[in-house]
Every structure is written in structure tokens, then in C-alpha cells.
């Protein structure tokens, strides 16, 4: 009700001042908004400076709570392309994008690759309000779930991150037809560093005799262990909005690390990290970072981080923990 309020606020202002605030660069670069880090990312390395990017979710803020404000989605409305999730932690665009008619292009991550559903895991917390008939599991692989809704976290597997990629700059080559080659070329190059990186997933993982991890956090990871075939398990399903799991997920968590001998409990970026630190002490294990790259750190974005590099350290830091076993 608190994002319809606003929404409506929003739409109410433009109804009014639209028309006068949309202007054209004065340098004639394409302008483009995105609303998520890897869109952002992907986006900027395609366009290289032939367009202007900006990140409409302020480093460091949750996702899954954002609240736009009137002069975001006038943003949003006169920008040559719009780029967004399609999944429900931003569902204020759909109304937006109803009711502002933006004068650009607007593109959806999770309409760029083929898309999973979210998935329940064993042990997980029940999100309230869904129910689970245990009868639908019926996955080829061993995640033991049962499905809910679209999965949107879709970049989490790089080789979804390289075909948006591909895909973000032939959107700008027809928007921009004159610097065509330049936006599919950037975008080439860019991609193939994430190709890169996806043969060191598979490499380092095909190396592992067992690849169970634990997530004592939320698991928007469902892409990522889908492409490298990973046993887990996890105290919430991607989208949660619980951050207290039931004394059961957490007897549960704790010893599926005791009895797999597990040494690392993951938790994601902007996490407190409560729940995987009561698991790791219970089971005497330890604590790592798994970066989602969903958004990034104020730092982070100022220090230049791209998916590659949080991607890489990602690696890094897998390459640690798993070989510890």
C-alpha cells in the first residue's frame, strides 16, 4: 500500500510537470536508466562512452524495500532506455510503467534469458502466506524443492550475465544505428571476460567431489547453483522479506553442517549476518561473504567494482572456503 501511495504521488506530479521536464542531452548521448547494479554494469560496458548510465537504486539500499521518489520516475519516464529486474522486488515499475508512458525503451532482465522459479528448499523457512505442495518436486536434480514464483535474480549464473550483455548492446545499436558496431563490439568484449570467468567457475567446481553449500541468509543464488549444478541449502528463499528464521531452519541448518562437516556458513552483501554467525558458532564452523551483486557499497561503486571483479572475488573466495573440506 506504501509504494501504490507513492506511485500514485509520483504519477500525480507528472501529470502536471511531465512534458516541461523532459529534455533532450545537450551532447546528444543516448540516456540510460537502470534500476539494479548488474543492469547498470552491463549496460555501461556496452555503451562505453557513447551514452550516459545511471544506477537508480542508491548504492547501499536494499532492494527488495526501495521506495522511488517523484524525480526517480521522471527519470524514468524520459530516459531513451529503461532497464529493470521484471521480478517482484520491483513491482512499482509495472504501475509506472502503466501509468507514465515512458518515451523510451524499456527491457526486463528476466525477459533476456530463460527464467527459473523460486525454489523451497529442505529446512528452508516457510514464507508466510505461500504454500507448498511437497508432491511438485519434480527436478532431475538434487535441490530436494518444491517451486514458487519467477526467480528474477537471473545474472547470478554468468553465463545469463553474458547474454544480457550481448543482448544490452544490440538494444543500443538500434537505438544509436550511426555507432552500431561500437555498442556490439563494447558489449562483445565485455562479455567474453564474463565467458572467462564462467570456465573458472566450472573448473573450480568440477574439482570439488562434493559441492553442498549452506546459506544461513536468503539464497538469491538459484541461477547460479542451477549453472553449476550445487547442492544447497538456506534459511530463506531469494525474495524473502523474513529476517528471523524458525528455531527448526536454524536446528536444521546447524546440523546439515555438522553431519557434511561443512566449514563455511555464507551469508550475502548488506546482511547483519546474525543468522549464519549462530549457525557457524552451534556447528563450529566459519562465516564467509558471498556477493550477490545486486547492488554494491557506496565504497564499491566509487572504487570502481564491476560484476567481474565482485564475481571474481566471489571465486576467490569459494576457492578458500569449499577447499577447506
Excluded at 530436494?144 to 550483455?165: M, S
Amino acid at each position: 500500500m506504501k509504494k501504490l501511495l507513492i506511485c500514485m504521488l509520483a504519477l500525480a506530479l507528472l501529470a502536471g510537470c511531465a512534458p516541461a521536464s523532459v529534455q533532450e542531452p545537450e551532447d546528444g548521448k543516448l540516456h540510460i536508466v537502470a534500476t539494479v547494479f548488474p543492469a547498470y554494469d552491463f549496460a555501461r560496458a556496452a555503451a562505453g562512452d557513447l551514452a550516459d548510465v545511471e544506477l537508480l537504486l542508491p548504492p547501499g539500499t536494499e532492494s527488495h524495500s526501495y521506495e522511488p521518489t517523484p524525480a526517480d520516475i521522471l527519470k524514468v519516464q524520459s530516459c531513451d532506455l529503461f532497464l529493470y529486474l521484471g521480478g517482484d522486488s520491483d513491482q512499482w515499475v509495472e504501475t509506472i510503467l502503466e501509468a507514465a508512458e515512458p518515451t523510451g525503451r524499456t527491457l526486463a532482465l528476466i525477459d533476456c534469458v530463460e527464467t527459473l522459479e523460486e525454489e523451497h528448499v529442505e529446512g528452508m523457512q516457510e514464507e508466510v502466506g505461500h504454500h507448498h505442495d511437497e508432491d511438485e518436486d519434480d527436478h532431475d536434480h538434487d535441490h530436494l524443492g518444491t517451486v514458487t514464483e519467477i526467480d528474477e535474480h537471473v545474472w547470478t549464473a554468468p553465463a545469463n550475465a553474458a547474454a544480457i550483455t550481448r543482448q544490452f548492446g544490440e538494444v543500443l545499436a538500434e537505438l544509436d544505428s550511426a555507432n552500431g558496431e561500437r555498442y556490439r563490439a563494447n558489449a562483445e568484449k565485455y562479455a567474453e571476460k564474463i565467458d572467462t570467468l564462467d570456465g573458472e567457475f566450472h573448473a573450480f567446481f568440477d574439482s570439488l567431489p562434493d559441492r553442498t553449500i549452506v546459506f544461513g541468509d536468503r539464497f538469491p543464488l538459484r541461477y547460479f547453483a542451477e549453472e553449476f549444478d550445487l547442492r544447497y541449502y538456506a534459511a530463506f528463499p531469494g525474495c524473502s522479506t523474513q529476517t528471523e528464521p524458525s528455531a527448526a531452519t536454524i536446528a536444521f541448518l546447524t546440523d546439515k553442517v555438522r553431519e557434511e562437516g561443512i566449514s563455511t556458513v555464507w551469508y550475502i552483501e548488506f546482511s547483519n549476518h546474525l543468522v549464519a554467525d549462530a549457525i557457524a558458532e552451534a556447528a563450529g564452523a566459519g562465516t564467509a561473504m558471498f556477493h550477490t551483486c545486486h547492488n554494491v557499497s557506496p565504497n564499491e561503486l566509487a572504487g570502481g567494482e564491476t560484476y567481474v571483479t565482485l564475481m571474481r572475488g566471489n571465486l576467490e573466495r569459494l576457492r578458500a572456503h569449499l577447499n577447506e573440506r
